[in-house]
């Protein structure tokens, strides 16, 4: 875990926790870019305006004012030009796409990993600055269904990676809002979304409560309510799901094409990523704007950490005067994902510091020399540093001991320079112009722990 | 150049400009991991009182405020805990080692590439969110000299490396502040900071008002302050700056001490990265925390680009109740470097998508068929896509042209998968188990423009 930082909410890591999400941050992008999506990144500062028109205001957001205001910005914070941190990447994205859209060739593949801000109260224990890696397909005037066949691959591609690293299996639950919103309105129920908040809040206050607060709110009957709750209760890994739906005999044109698209996820997570994905009739994702496949995604056994991996489908990520932008897309939380690895030892670097080579000093006048081994080495990739300080040989060797560093090489006087493994004690002869470590040993590696 | 955002000051590339910039953060990564630095990463967010503590109150800070507050956090507030954007990576890092010391290693060899804000008047036209990619050594207590030596010849390799893209010859231009402060204590000048600042000024306002300057507010007479500038007049990419210096007659320790040092710099830098770092005893740097070696970097024939990259050496970064940190380090203002490279086109990339293959749909009722191609493409590292829609092989070859993307792929019907390459026109039955491109097609790379 990090160590206690001396604002809550902002977590720093110690080197070695660094390495451990560097590495994360290399395997999520080496994935996405082998499903060819382009890499972006937007500034930290959205206008407030643009940040709050999404619907999203109880969102907590930083503003930001300069410490040496001068009147030229209050002019401009009056005329609503207020800069806030982004909260999410999604909002940056639609402003990005519209502002962009003549260059950008569409459907548009993107993947960006950034922090985002929220101004949460320091109390509350949450992080108040993370990051995100979130991919994204986005269409202009319309995007084809099977992108949301292919969006939640990209993330078990990336999370499976993972697991090399000590990540636990994980599950992506998966429903399709139609499912829900076509079996509400085969119940004759009229008020949809009040029915599918109060059926998101079946984690946090149980089915009893649920089935109250349907009744008493939304209202259903208390046979409408019980159907409502048997439908959130439908859960297979499979396409079995489709024919425990159709028994319940609701009927309506939007339940048929959820299911169909639903099923159609379920088939290809289970050719291509068996194992990984689930249909679960239960998530319906707080966010109004999906309309379409909706994705949750938890580490087996660790229900407490919540999703690390969430998205879905939206019909209008933004509109313009002549278009609109679909997308569908999904967003990991790499520092919650990497503050689980961290803290629950599932991952560890093997070294604190990238050097594979100590270059022992043998007198402070020959520290050119040991310059020179060091760029000898370095220039054929391996990770040198030269000893601080010409002290007693024991002592050099314990510095490199203290920080993993697996080599240490000593200059040679009469004779040739040896190197010394100093995890063996092994040491041998040796040439900086052609002596190589192991593969495994020239740079950290992160592995299970 | 960046397309014109909406707000000035904070620079957004699109794809393939975000291309070259990842291609230098890679770069720069990669040598100081060569180096044997660590990277660490701190919150974006420090308390305002500790960057203001530093003495940098000139700086223009964006201080935090939460959209909803409450009772709580005007608490926070009023107990002098306002939350503001670092402006550099320097405040921050002396935070973290102070907040760390007892889990760090010293000399603690850390670089750390991040955004960091500046609260500018919008209408200057600077960057108001930019990239930093610093380097420094910290030690605890004490640090050798020769890390001045060092961490120079870090940066001289990241940049040389850059050369390969397109960047063009730069000069790292040095300086000791002990020659200038001995010179001056040895023509028995007394306000040896004011002279420094004055003499920095050298650029901006030329050596006639210099001159004026250093008689009318720094004390001196007509014949100290010819001195000054004919000290700040000597160049030389070799040691013999030494020679023209004692020339001058003027005698003082301190100054013997700076010549030894400087000469040191120059030697080594000649030794390791010729014609790369020039001693050149006008550079001052304005920051009043050097203590040793100042570092100044130009792009060769392009001055207006200001430095690129600068540094120093500094006696006290941090102070505790039992320790003093010093600390040499170098900073690489990315965004500037890379708005360069864009601007003036000096590099591109050579795609502006990820993909290497695009698999053509014959039919929509085959995408799974395609996906399965795609994916075993993908398992041996090669960035694939499969084509958005099923449209005729003409558009679908034209959206892998319009992209980039070198390769079009086509699923066999009775025959066997054909790929062509679209540059050439070159069309071969390929196997999607064991087809691979030239390494050069694989990913997109960065070349000169």
Redesign the interface.
Known sequence: MA?P???SG??????AQ??V??HVLDTLRRTF?????????????E??EQLVSKGEVEK?????????E?P??AG?EREGRQ???HFDLTVPLAR?VL??AG???F?F??YQIQ?V?R?E???EGRFR?FTQADVDVIGNGEL?F?YEV?LPLVMA?ALTALRAIGLPPFTIQVNNRKVAEGFYRGLALQDVGGVLRTVDKLDKIGPARVAELLVAENGADERQAAMCLTLAGIRSPDVSFVERVRALGVEHPLLDEGLTELARVVE?AG??VPGVLVADLRIARGLDYYTGTVYETVLDGHPDLGSICSGGRYDELARDERNVYPGVGLSIGVTRLVSALLGRGFSRATR????CVLVALPDEKR??EC??IA?AL?ER??????S??ASKYGKQIR?AD??GIPFVWFPGDERDDEVRDIRSGEQVPADAAAWEPLDEDR?PRVVPG
């Open positions: 160590r930082a001396s604002l902002f977590p720093e890591w110690l080197p660094g390495i999400e560097q870019e082998l499903w060819g999506l382009s890499s972006i990144e937007t500034r930290a500062v206008l407030l907590e957001v930083y503003l930001l004012r300069r410490l040496h001068d030229a910005d401009e800069l806030a941190l990005y502002e962009n260059q950008l060739q459907p593949r993107r922090k801000w101004g109260r320091p109390q600055e084809p099977h292919e591609d290809a050719e291509h604190s510091v990238p050097t520290r050119a310059d020179f760029r370095r990739g391996i990770p040198v540093e030269v601080p300080s510095y203290r920080r740079y």
